[in-house]
């Protein structure tokens, strides 16, 4: 079956610190890979996408890089700022049906100034 | 415009009550979906619809009833809940709920208490 794996947190950085979240996946089939980011209290937004191999999904200053060779998807911001703090969920999906996507645990990010 | 919207953004409700969620979107989606998450956990898939027929219905209990009047709107029933049911529900919606490229897009969602 499908699976995703993320980092325990709560990761907690210092305004301007350098982000890094770790997500590794096992897939069936041919995933695409997801980062969702839930703000206190509200609903989960899409940040970033990536469909295929070696492709970078960036938005908002995040960036990740779909790794086939180490089934790895790693959200990575240069700067982070208090308004980053949230939680943080890596997916997949791989199904050509009906599509169920595959969530990783959360990773909770905290900024502090 | 990629918004879901999701009412109410609350609902407080007792054991024996009758109520409803509401979403909506107007992005032309294909798919609807009602996911439940608890405190501190990832999103858990419930129902989706596709082209306006229930797909996939997780084994969800059935004091929960989805409804899909048309491709911009999806209710989600609630009756004789527990107070375990409560949790923040939310909707999402995708273009066609099938492939894997499918990209699904999720509402704020209603933060349900069940007394």
């Known amino acids: 079956g499908n699976s995703v794996t993320q980092m325990e947190g709560p990761v907690t950085l210092s305004e301007e610190a350098f982000l890094t979240i770790n997500c590794t996946y096992t897939a069936t089939g041919y995933p695409s890979l997801f980062w969702y980011v839930q703000y206190p209290g509200e609903g989960l937004q899409l940040l970033l996408k990536?469909?295929?191999?070696?492709d970078k999904g960036s938005n908002k200053g995040f960036e990740a890089t779909y790794r086939k060779e180490t089934t790895s998807f790693h959200l990575e911001k240069g700067s982070v700022q208090v308004s980053d703090s949230a939680v943080y969920f890596c997916a997949l999906s791989d199904q050509e049906g009906y599509q169920k996507v595959t969530f990783g645990t959360g990773t909770k990010l905290q900024v502090i100034p | 415009d990629t918004e879901v919207t999701q009412t109410p953004k609350h609902l407080v409700m007792g054991m024996t009550n009758k109520k409803s969620l509401k979403c909506e979107q107007h992005m032309g989606h294909r798919a609807m979906y009602w996911y439940k998450q608890k405190a501190k956990k990832p999103p858990e898939l419930m129902f989706v619809y596709s082209y306006e027929k229930l797909s996939i219905n997780e084994s969800v209990p059935s004091r929960f009833s989805p409804e899909c009047p048309n491709s911009s709107l999806l209710n989600l029933h609630l009756h004789a809940l527990q107070p375990e049911d409560s949790a923040l529900y939310l909707c999402?919606?995708?273009?066609?709920?099938?492939?894997?490229?499918?990209?699904?897009?999720f509402g704020p969602g209603t933060r349900l208490t069940v007394l």
């Open positions: 990536a469909t295929k191999a070696d």
């Open positions: 999402a919606s995708s273009l066609q709920g099938t492939g894997r490229t499918d990209t699904q897009y």
